[in-house]
């Protein structure tokens, strides 16, 4: 019924006022006299500033807040607001009882402006008043709509802050404003609002609230209580200063189809599930598409929806956003288009580089669009730029790592990013202006995936970071007592008649390696070429199923995996897929636990393969078959399988029962000669409450050797998990059997009964000290002998500062049992991170204490290990970061080094033009004596076109070279090559 609206600091008394027209310079000139209207008006015909007359029906104002113990305030209002009209002139009030007569006879659900006005017509109204009102501690807004009942238009909308204790007072500017016509106040942009920012923090809801004081609040609001209430406050005119803070503008008119114009048709949504009563925008429909370019400069831009009011996720949850943001949204039969223009008060402070795709994200000034498709809350598409257009995709989850944990994201900032494996082929330009950056977007609707409706409602939010304030701004406002970054997005409106052709992508790829492996037998350096080409087929079964297919992949991996520390190594260590073909789509076959349960490494040389994926109704849906000729490579031409293929088989099946919750079903086979590796289970999550989550999982397996050996074996998972703004908190546990095994996953530890806790709190000064708290954990281990093998208490602390400065600390008690003896322990580590150039940022970790060795013969050493890496940007097109892992261990009888491991990273890249990239990789790793040395061209039309020319060089120090007797193949400290590889890939998308 009304905006979704945010309380910032207010002066004593509160006024309404009419917002100041804010234009882009560029657009300003070019739009005709009748359409600069203000931001936030629909562009209709001018509202009429004489007092309307006539019948008015008054409808119960909506709790936007949605804490129960205020809805009775909703009542008390349109009371209020009901009488003080019917005291006026030339006024007459429908009485409440035919009013709630007339509401009980519809849906139950917040009202639509088409709605209020069937309603109006009904009982004999010429007006019909809607409204709504948030509360946050004392503080308290009101805002209310005037619907003609006659034309169905939107004639007006009012806006009150103040306390509680001005309560009549902000009724009263109300009632004033409906009778005056005039519009109400929206947050100033520019100096005004910097300096309404300065002015101080936003009230937080710790302060008083509805049980301090219920009797005198109850008799402020409606009723008895108005015979002793305080004298009208002073009317003040147009003009009169703004008291509060940001209001979304006014709702577009009932029945208007074309987006509106400059002031963008922004309003609440209404039957919208959990987005009920979230900001709602209405896309404009394009009739010519822009060039994108990045200037802003096309006719589009200037009838399109644009947004306008920002609120800030942090530093300052909930507090208008210091630099100004422009974002504009339309859309024709088969693109999605936007414009954003990020605005700064001083441009010096930009952040912008020109790197390869994906990778602006992680230090610069980015704008995020994200869209739920499906309106599910349980996935979400993102689309990022930085100011110079550089592009950015990801597939966002809706349950872990799509909601705030420990009351925020990494320390109590930002918005969640995704998983960027995924790939989206749309056109983006950006370019650097005099106040900041513009840019450009648009989205083929063949990238996306959404139902099959004539009409689309679509999940929306905007997000933008400004790195060198440490700030992240959204549209929709999002709050910290909610867990879910899904559920509190805005709502995308109006999309219709979208292209239903189907999508149809053809990928060739062509590979070609040469070679070479040093032999450790004969000291040789034979080498040999590898050329290779494949095809990759992808078709829309509908606008969201889709169906891959893949002949000889090319699964050549453009860039390794990254060096870890295998010295001293309990369990093992577990790398990321990293192939295209797989990485699409994981995130259906991902099942939360402890298990990794589909992991399709294992599929280590696939001939071909095919794979289904996408949505049908509620049901998410996954099913993959790679045959894969690995299992057949043996070196005895005579041993059995010889040149023989595994075949695998990945099913997934999921429910989506609400927002953020589902049930779902897991099948894994993998088989090779009669021999068979299957996994079957169901998982579930239920978000109980919006900071509260139940997760579950149980799977069995069963197993088949190629000797005919059979084992089954099962696990459970399990845990239940609060986040809230302050405390967080989750208990969970699980247990794996000893014979649980799976040839398509992977399973770090088995034999296992494992519970755990943890509990933390964090306190949010939101000043030079953002946020900051300790947290508690403990977890114990056993064996299925029941047998403790494994004990920690751990209090850490972590604290996030302005600037982007952030530390960490913790002290740990273990005890853990290796080899049968059980070792106690006390380990200590520090870290942080310093991000406060964009010229430069650097941080680390470092942990030391009580190491156990992990030998034939274990004991407890001094150990430490250590992070510690750098990040430099010298020049906008020139990027280079250092990284350095250290593992040490010192036997503490004799004060001997057993190990010390040092692993040196560097990354360096240069972009001469837009699609035109120079990568090198330089690594040495102390311990096993290698060097290694990568160099990349890479030339990238968009995300399927792509040409590669690589170089790689593989170095080790010669007495750590053995042969097969294990014997020093050569007496020399000197740097041996090893291998030696140069390739070419080229890469051609055809789409139709």
């Known amino acids: 019924m009304c905006a979704v609206l945010l309380l910032t600091p207010v002066r004593p008394m509160a006024s309404v006022h009419e917002r100041p027209s804010t234009q882009l310079p560029h657009l300003a000139r070019q739009v005709p006299a009748a359409q600069e209207v203000p931001a936030g008006v629909s562009g209709q015909d001018s509202v009429p500033t004489d007092r309307p007359d006539g019948t008015f029906a008054v409808l119960p104002f909506i709790n936007i807040s949605r804490d129960e113990a205020d809805d009775w305030l909703g009542d008390g209002f349109a009371e209020t607001v009901a009488a003080d009209l019917a005291a006026s002139p030339g006024v007459t ?565 609400y927002s953020q919750s589902h049930i779902g079903a897991v099948f894994t086979d993998r088989e090779f000669l009669g021999s068979y590796s299957r996994l079957t289970g169901v998982d579930s999550r239920l978000q109980v409450t919006p900071t509260a989550s139940i997760d579950f999982a149980a799977l069995t397996t069963q197993n088949r050797g190629v000797d005919g050996l059979d084992t089954t074996g099962s696990m459970f998972d399990g845990g239940y998990r609060h986040s809230g703004r302050n405390l967080s908190y989750n208990v969970s546990a699980y247990q794996i059997d000893p014979d649980f095994d799976t040839e398509v996953g992977f399973i770090r530890r088995r034999d296992i009964r494992r519970i755990s806790s943890s509990a933390g709190y964090r306190w949010w000064p939101e000043s030079w000290l953002i946020n900051w708290g300790p947290q508690f954990s403990y977890s114990r281990n056993w064996n299925y002998d029941d047998v403790l093998e494994d004990e920690e208490a751990r209090m850490s602390l972590r604290m996030s500062f302005a600037k982007n400065l952030s530390f960490n600390g913790s002290i740990r008690r273990e005890m853990e049992r290796f080899g049968g003896i059980n070792f106690d322990k006390n380990r200590y580590s520090l870290g942080g991170n310093v991000n406060t150039s964009r010229l430069l940022s650097f941080g680390g970790s470092y942990n030391w204490g009580d190491q156990v060795r992990f030998s034939g013969t274990p004991f407890l050493g001094n150990g430490s290990s250590g992070r510690l890496f750098t990040s430099m940007r010298p020049h906008p097109r020139l990027q280079s970061s250092i990284q350095i892992n250290t593992s040490r261990l010192i036997d503490p009888f004799d004060e001997s080094e057993v190990f010390d491991v040092k692993i040196f990273r560097a990354q360096t890249t240069y972009q001469f033009t837009d699609r035109l990239l120079l990568r090198n990789i330089l690594e040495h790793n102390t311990f096993s004596g290698t060097l290694g040395a990568n160099f990349l061209l890479t030339y990238r039309v968009n995300s399927g076109t792509v040409f590669f020319v690589g170089y790689d060089d593989r170095y080790q120090q010669g007495d750590l070279i053995f042969d097969d007797d294990d014997e020093p193949l050569y007496f020399t400290t000197d740097f041996e090559r090893t291998n030696r590889a140069f390739f070419t890939k080229i890469s051609y998308l055809f789409r139709y």
């Open 93 to 657: 009030v429908v009485g409440r009882d035919q009013v709630a007569s007339a509401l009980t006879g519809g849906t139950g659900e917040t009202l639509d402006a088409a709605a209020a006005t069937r309603l109006g017509r009904s009982v004999g109204a010429n007006w019909v008043v809607t409204g709504g009102f948030q509360r946050v501690g004392e503080r308290l807004r009101i805002t209310a709509r005037l619907l003609d009942a006659g034309t169905g238009s939107v004639t007006d909308s009012v806006t009150a802050d103040g306390t509680m204790d001005e309560v009549f007072d902000l009724q009263d500017q109300i009632v004033a404003g409906l009778l005056r016509g005039r519009t109400s106040a929206v947050t100033p942009t520019g100096p005004e609002r910097r300096a309404r920012t300065e002015a101080g923090p936003l009230p937080t809801s710790e302060g008083p609230g509805l049980d301090n004081a219920p009797a005198r609040e109850r008799e402020a609001v409606g009723g008895a209580g108005r015979a002793a209430r305080a004298p009208r406050a002073p009317e003040r005119g147009p003009g009169s200063p703004v008291p509060g803070g940001l209001v979304i503008p006014r709702a577009e008119p009932a029945g208007r189809a074309d987006g509106g114009g400059l002031g963008g048709p922004v309003a609440v949504a209404v039957s919208a599930g959990v987005l009920a009563g979230r900001p709602s925008v209405n896309a404009s429909f394009a009739a010519e598409p822009p060039t994108v370019d990045g200037t802003l400069d096309d006719a589009i831009w200037r009838s399109a929806a644009r947004l306008t009011e920002f609120v800030q996720v942090a530093p300052v949850e909930g507090a208008p956003a210091t630099e100004d943001t422009e974002v504009f949204v339309a859309f024709d039969s088969t693109h999605l288009y936007l414009g954003m223009h990020a605005h700064y008060s001083n441009p010096g402070m930009v952040r912008a580089s020109r790197v390869d795709r994906d990778r602006a994200s992680y230090s610069d000034d980015t704008i995020s669009i994200y869209f739920d498709t499906f309106l599910d809350q349980q996935r979400a598409f993102v689309f990022t730029l930085n100011g110079y257009g550089v592009q950015g995709d990801s597939l966002m989850g809706g349950s872990r790592g799509g909601g705030f944990r420990g009351g925020g994201y990494s320390g109590g900032g930002g918005v969640p990013s995704g998983d960027r494996s995924w790939d989206a082929l749309f056109e983006s330009g950006g370019m650097l202006v005099d106040d900041g950056w513009t840019a450009e977007l648009a989205i083929p609707f063949k990238s996306l995936r959404y139902p099959s409706n004539d009409t689309h409602r679509w999940g929306f939010q905007v997000a933008r970071s400004i790195r060198g304030k440490d700030e992240t701004v959204v549209w929709a406002p999002v709050s910290r007592d909610v867990s879910g970054f899904l559920p509190q997005m805005g709502l995308l409106d109006g999309l219709r008649n979208l292209s239903t052709s189907r999508n149809l992508e053809i990928l060739p790829t062509f590979t070609a390696i040469q070679v070479g492996n040093l032999d450790t037998t004969t000291g040789a350096f034979p080498e040999e070429r590898q050329p290779e080409g494949g095809v990759n087929f992808k078709y829309g079964l509908t606008p969201n199923l889709t169906l891959d297919l893949t002949y000889n992949p090319d699964f050549s991996q453009i860039e390794s995996d990254r060096p870890q520390i295998e010295v001293n190594q309990r369990f093992p260590l577990f790398f990321s897929e990293l192939r295209p073909f797989f990485l699409e789509g994981q995130e259906i076959f991902n099942v939360q636990g402890p298990v990794t349960f589909v992991h399709t490494r294992t599929i280590v040389d696939p001939r071909y393969g095919a794979k289904v994926t996408g949505k049908v109704g509620k049901a998410t849906l996954g099913l993959l078959f790679a045959n894969d000729e690995a299992a057949g490579k043996l070196d005895d031409p005579s041993e059995r399988g010889f040149g023989q293929s595994a075949n695998t088989v990945i099913a997934r099946a999921r429910y989506d029962l």
